[in-house]
């Protein structure tokens, strides 16, 4: 089958289109042929070596990582074949999987909190020689989840790395709740315009940070009430709560914005965390955080239980991903140099024929 590979950290150039062979689905695992994968952040920065400014290689997502190198945390596809003792899924089934493995024994696995897990592994990042920007990958049964008829491929493949964490962010963990106020940072990325659509469907008052006039106008399109965040936008934010803040802030951006994300909170408000694409060290200031009564939560991940209410909402129609563009698997460096660019608006899917 072909995949795309990287044997070295490098350039988008460093992507290559390779021939291996198709994975044998081992006992409980299904064979899934990809019709689509998303690009993520996540891949073009592993094919860098570099996360949020810092060496891959010293950071947790860096373990267990081998050359050559498959990404791809985000496919969507049809089960090919099943392996021993699979009852889950069938050849012809369309799935999406929940690309997080995790041990499904301890604490936190069995509280139904697996996107804690401590062994957690996830696809095209810590499974070698498996990923998502290939023909073929193998996955466990257990984790596989169907797409509904409804939801095509690229959709499938433009749903669960966005919205699974921020679902996770502001419904369970800082409980977002009709007639609350939600701030998103870096509204124009993906998890942006998923928290977009999830805030509205909540009932929220959103508003989203983008730079420029065309952003803006873009954020405003799709419901929210936009801020540019160039040259701060605390200040922007009291300004349009009558001084109160932000009940809760989804800071996606990372160290660049979290300062100013603290300081458009309201008192009592959460300040969500996921991910660091911005830098990853940041200054806390304790006195306002104990002052406001704020809480942080930090959230890498979605469940799976989050992960299937997310599908199933898609396929009523209620979650639209955004997909800026489709590209063939073989034009994976072109869409990274997309990513690089940082100019796109909704999802890079590539399309595996
Ligand atoms: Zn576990």
Known sequence: MKAIRFH???????????????????PGEALVRVHAVGVNRMDVEMRAG???????????FGQMMEFPHTPGIEPAGV????????????????VVPHSHL????????????????????????????I????????????LLIPLPDSVTYEQGAALLVNYGPVWTALIQRAELRPGDT??????????GHAAIEIGRLTGARVLALGGGDEKLEELASMGAEPIDYRGGFAADVLEATDGRGADVVLELVG?????????????????????????IQTELNLGLLFAMNLQIHGITRGNQASMQKLVELAGTGVLTP???????LAEAAEAHRLMDERKHSGKIVLSVA
Request: charge should be negative; proline fraction near 5%; hydrophobic fraction near 40%.
């Open 182 to 191: 939600l701030l998103i940072t870096g509204a124009t990325g993906g998890c």
């Open 8 to 26: 070295e950290f490098g350039p988008p150039a460093a992507l290559r289109y390779d021939d291996v062979e198709v994975p044998a689905p081992a």
């Open 322 to 328: 955004k997909i800026f563009r489709t590209l063939a």
């Open 50 to 60: 570099i996360y949020g400014g810092e060496s891959l290689m010293d950071f947790y």
């Open 102 to 129: 995790s041990c499904g024994a301890c604490r936190q696995c069995l509280a139904g909190h697996d996107n804690a897990c401590a062994q957690i592994r996830v696809l095209g990042v810590q499974t070698p020689g």
């Open 131 to 142: 990923g998502g920007y290939a023909e073929y990958f193998t996955w466990p049964a257990r």
């Open 255 to 279: 160290a660049d914005t979290f300062k100013e994300s603290l300081g458009a909170a309201a008192g009592r408000g959460r300040v969500a965390v996921i991910g660091s694409h911005g830098g």
């Open 79 to 94: 089960v090919e074949a099943v392996g021993e003792g699979v009852t889950a899924v069938k050849p012809g089934d369309r």
